[in-house]
């Protein structure tokens, strides 16, 4: 399937809530290939040069996490570089042309060990001056099938207009409910997303999310895409991504090049 078609009323529904679900966007074999990629980035991950895993006990039980993966992971950079996801984002985005931000892999520890991350935002992690409904946002590949149980996404509707809020702990869980202003005027009812594998989510990187503790008995794998439009500029934050770079970035500087290629463009 080289294409997944989009209509106008999943643009709009994700432009209101900021997020949407889509079923089925993997193919059995785009899936197996995935999924043979993971198999062979775990396996291997101590000795992968530049993949950013965590290993600190607290971060460790809400899940291990290795960025990056399309630089040495041939199946990864298929996926990640797949035409039809990230044209599914430029549609969602309403841009004309969309790049890769990064790619990370998600796994979240089975068991008594395993905790809830924390409810947050994305883009207050990364160097992105431009914020709003249609900038930056992810795609959260279910490589396994993924519940409630074994810790699916949760997403807070329409919390992607609240304003861009100060990163939080994602270890060390606080209540980013706390932060909104005029919270009596909106509805922080989460919504699960269980899907099937090979089905994703896009989020905005402004919307609130999060996933409870994997009390499945294996553990829980996602594979994440994070697109940004062309033209995002770079504020002046570190962060592993942009941190590499030979050259010396400056504040309003365009994110392009071999790091940030365009994925998509209409």
């Not at 062979?40 to 530049?50: C, P, T």
């Not at 949760?154 to 809020?165: D, E, Y």
């Not at 503790?213 to 062309?230: E, F, G, L, S």
């Not at 991504?241 to 504040?251: E, F, K, M, N």
């Amino acid at each position: 399937m080289d294409r997944y078609e989009i209509i106008d009323e999943q643009i709009r529904t994700y432009q209101e809530f900021g997020y949407i679900q889509l079923p089925d966007v993997l193919t059995d074999g785009e899936l197996e290939r995935l999924r043979r990629g993971f198999d062979f980035a775990v396996a291997e991950r101590e000795r992968l040069e530049h993949s950013s895993s965590r290993s600190d006990s607290d971060y460790a039980s809400v899940f291990l996490q290795m960025v990056n993966l399309w630089e040495h992971v041939e199946d990864i950079r298929r996926h990640t570089f797949s035409p039809k996801i990230a044209e599914i984002a430029r549609q969602l985005a309403r841009k004309k042309a969309i790049r890769l931000w990064h790619d990370h892999a998600l796994i979240k520890p089975a068991g008594k060990q395993s905790k809830a991350s924390a409810w947050h935002q994305d883009l207050p992690y990364w160097p992105l001056k431009e914020s709003g409904p249609g900038q930056a946002l992810s795609c959260w590949m279910a490589v396994d099938d993924v519940t409630v149980e074994s810790g699916c996404m949760q997403f807070v509707p329409k919390s992607h207009l609240w304003g861009r809020l100060d990163p939080i702990n994602l270890s060390q869980p606080q209540n980013i409910f706390d932060y909104v202003d005029e919270p009596e005027n909106k509805d922080f009812t989460p919504i699960p997303v269980e899907m099937s594998a090979g089905s994703c989510t896009f989020h905005n990187g402004l919307t609130f999310h999060y996933a409870g503790p994997n009390q499945a008995d294996r553990p829980r794998r996602a594979m994440v895409t994070i697109y940004m439009p062309h033209g995002t500029t770079y504020s002046g934050k570190g962060h592993v991504c942009t941190d590499r770079r030979s050259d010396v970035l400056t504040v309003g500087e365009l994110l392009e090049g071999d790091l940030f290629p365009v994925l998509a463009n209409a």
